[in-house]
């Protein structure tokens, strides 16, 4: 089975090696919520994730398409 977006994006953060602070400051997403996301004790809106994945250096892609 696959790792959600989310486990893929919390492992990417934590190899990244970044400091929570500096994470942050080049993403601005607040560190609270920066700590719970990656502790796995809160979710993170699309919108956020593309800002984290961005400073990362990473593209959120969807692996289907959608169906209408």
């Given at each position: 089975m ?35 996301f ?16 961005k ?14």
């Amino acid at each position: 089975m696959s790792k959600s977006i989310e486990q893929q994006l919390q492992a990417a953060i934590k190899r990244d090696g970044r400091t929570l602070y500096e994470l942050q400051k080049a993403s601005g997403v607040d560190r609270g919520v920066l700590s719970r996301f990656i502790a796995g004790e809160r979710t993170i809106t699309l919108r956020t994730a593309g800002r984290i994945a961005k400073v990362l250096g990473l593209e959120l892609k969807p692996n289907r398409k959608l169906r209408r």
